[in-house]
Nanobody
Framework: QVQLVESGGGLVQAGGSLRLSCQAS????????VGWFRQAPGNEREFVAG????????RYADSLKGRFTISRDNAKNTVYLQMNSLKPEDTAAYYC???????????????????WGQGTQVTVSS
């Protein structure tokens, strides 16, 4: 049974920072693609960042490059999303997801991921 738990969300002022965590059980994350997505009310789920197994490759949504960083701590079986210079438009529920099979690539679409956490809310005030 694969379980993913996100944490680290909260209320932050514009320009501030948060670090989100995705802690897994039932699967060793270092062997799998992990993605971060976000969804605001009334909007579709949006790709934020992805990391390949063994951190070989990292990818980001174009609009977020330079502000967000994805990383792994394999000893803790955890993937992080460091978010800097936050803007009100970053307000959303943030989800981590794990791919179905070990690969060296990145999945860009939510349909390509098999396992999802329950999400953590990020609210950025202006």
């Amino acid at each position: 049974q694969v379980q993913l738990v996100e944490s680290g969300g909260g209320l932050v002022q514009a320009g501030g920072s948060l670090r989100l965590s995705c802690q897994a059980s039932g699967r060793t994350l270092s062997n799998y693609v992990v993605g971060w997505f976000r969804q605001a009310p009334g909007n579709e789920r949006e790709f934020v960042a992805g990391i390949s197994r063994t951190s070989l490759t990292k990818r980001y949504a174009d609009s977020l490059k330079g502000r967000f960083t994805i990383s792994r701590d394999n000893a803790k079986n955890t993937v992080y999303l460091q978010m800097n210079s936050l803007k009100p438009e970053d307000t959303a529920a943030y989800y981590c997801a794990v791919g179905p099979t070990p690969t060296d690539g990145i999945y860009w679409r939510d349909d390509d991921y098999d396992y999802w956490g329950q999400g953590t809310q990020v609210t950025v005030s202006s």
